[in-house]
């Protein structure tokens, strides 16, 4: 049975909750550990959601679908390619991406993102899928020209609201062959399946976890499709994943325009 769980803050307080139609019952407890569903709820509509949850790392893996290694003219990795990006990235559903003044071309990058549910080191791929909570969408916004112009990705990837991730953690959902698509103003401009993934969800829990510890609430970002490209101030771009619905954001010049 698939559950959607969402973080949220109503009347200055911050809760998890449970989905319900167009309602949400507050989560008494560890969202990741005991908790239970209460009998206080808010509609949707008069609450402001939030990021899901708040990982303290966010793993991020490159070039793990092929046509996508193909359009940007690079070699298809043997080992997963990781990097990490800071939690000040982080941007909730709806929220604004800032185009910062230091960044010449602004690309967009939907991906299917595993939430962990339980801590996880030296797992095998057989067991891997045991330690995920559930999934959500994120958009890994990227420094395109400062990406090509310093060779690693820290930079590009690390401006703050370059991560909008949400609008919840959908739980007991197989994600091995869903729909993909990225969407500007609009327009469809990525359309793939998480089935191209050149590597699957529980290999790449498997690999991260012989490197560094996951932890309940950390997040593995899993690549992006073909179809990258630029955003402008204006622009409002939507990542829709089959069965965990749509991750909306615009772009602006500067913080609350």
């Not at 790392?57 to 990097?83: D, Q, S, W």
């Not at 559903?93 to 960044?103: F, K, L, Q, T």
Request: charged share 20%.
């Amino acid at each position: 049975m698939t559950k959607k769980y969402v973080r949220f803050r109503v009347n200055d307080k911050v809760h998890y909750g449970v989905i319900g139609g167009s309602s949400i019952n507050v989560l008494a407890g560890d969202l990741f550990d005991k908790h239970n569903v209460t009998d206080v709820v808010y509609s949707l509509d008069a609450v402001r959601l939030l990021t899901p949850c708040e990982p303290v790392k966010i793993v991020c893996v490159g070039l793990n679908y092929r046509k996508h290694a193909v359009e940007i003219g690079m070699a298809l990795p043997t080992n997963p390619v990781l990097f990490i990006k800071p939690a000040t990235t982080l941007l909730e559903p709806s929220g604004e991406i800032v185009y910062w003044p230091m960044v010449g071309q602004l690309d967009y990058e939907g991906e299917l993102t595993v939430v962990m549910g339980k801590k996880c080191h030296m797992v095998d791929e057989a067991t891997a899928l045991e330690y995920v909570f559930g999934y959500t969408i994120a958009n890994d916004m990227t420094a395109r020209d400062l990406q090509r112009k310093d060779g690693q990705w820290t930079r590009a990837k690390s401006f703050d609201t370059f991560l909008p991730l949400g609008p919840s953690i959908v739980t007991g959902i197989d994600a091995s062959d869903l729909s993909l698509q990225t969407y500007v103003n609009g327009e469809i401009r990525q359309d793939g399946r998480t089935s191209d993934l050149i590597f699957p969800i529980a290999y790449l829990v498997s690999f991260i976890s012989q490197i560094m510890t996951l932890e309940p609430g950390d997040v593995i970002l899993t690549g992006t499709p073909s179809g990258i490209g630029a955003l402008q101030v204006g622009d409002e771009v939507e990542v829709r994943i089959e069965g965990l619905g749509a991750l909306r954001n615009r772009v602006v010049a500067t913080r609350g325009s």
